[in-house]
């Protein structure tokens, strides 16, 4: 009876720790893990002497383009936490390093990891008022839409690397 017992217990402590995790983390999180490595791989390739690089005036340099893509993470997710992002909080806008630029870009994506883990279903399929007007988005819809914006301005970084002569990370999606 006792061993019956614990592995009642077992079980229900095994389903339980399994399902601590939301289908949406489960299926987004390893993308979004794969997206971090390939964007910090495509930052890391960039010799720090090209982060100013910018292939024409109305460009953006290199640098700029990854502290675009991390105030944007910053901008979307507040319309899922309601909070401010405050991995932006003691870098300077531009000029950054690129050790401070790498650091930047991974205290956002961390962030994002550490919402996307404490997302429940339930509430990823919660409407948010977005600043578009006429646009219906979710809160899952807005983690997809930061990876698309993510997506964009990563691909404007392969064409920097190769305009610079530097063959670009191989592509990490899977």
């Known amino acids: 009876m006792n061993t019956r017992l614990l592995l009642i217990i077992v079980f229900c402590i095994v389903g339980v720790s399994a399902h601590s995790q939301s289908n949406f983390a489960i299926e987004f999180g390893p993308v979004w893990q794969r997206a971090k490595t ?70 956002a994506f961390d962030a994002i990891t550490q919402q996307i883990e404490k997302l429940q279903d339930k509430e990823a399929k919660h409407s948010v008022k977005f600043f578009a007007k006429n646009v219906a988005m979710t809160k899952k819809g807005i983690y997809y839409l930061i990876r698309d914006h993510l997506t964009h301005h990563r691909a404007q970084l392969v064409v920097y690397l190769r305009l610079k002569g530097i063959k670009p990370p191989r592509y990490v999606g899977w």
């Not at 495509?42 to 005036?57: N, S, V």
């Open 38 to 107: 390939y964007t910090i791989k495509m930052a890391e390739a960039m010799p720090e002497k090209f982060y100013q690089y910018k292939p024409t005036k109305d460009a953006k340099t290199f640098e700029e383009e990854l502290t675009h893509i991390t105030n944007n993470i910053g901008f979307l997710q507040y319309y899922v936490t309601g909070v401010k992002a405050n991995f932006l909080d003691g870098f300077k806008k531009t000029g950054k390093s690129k050790s401070e630029t790498l650091s930047m870009l991974n205290k």
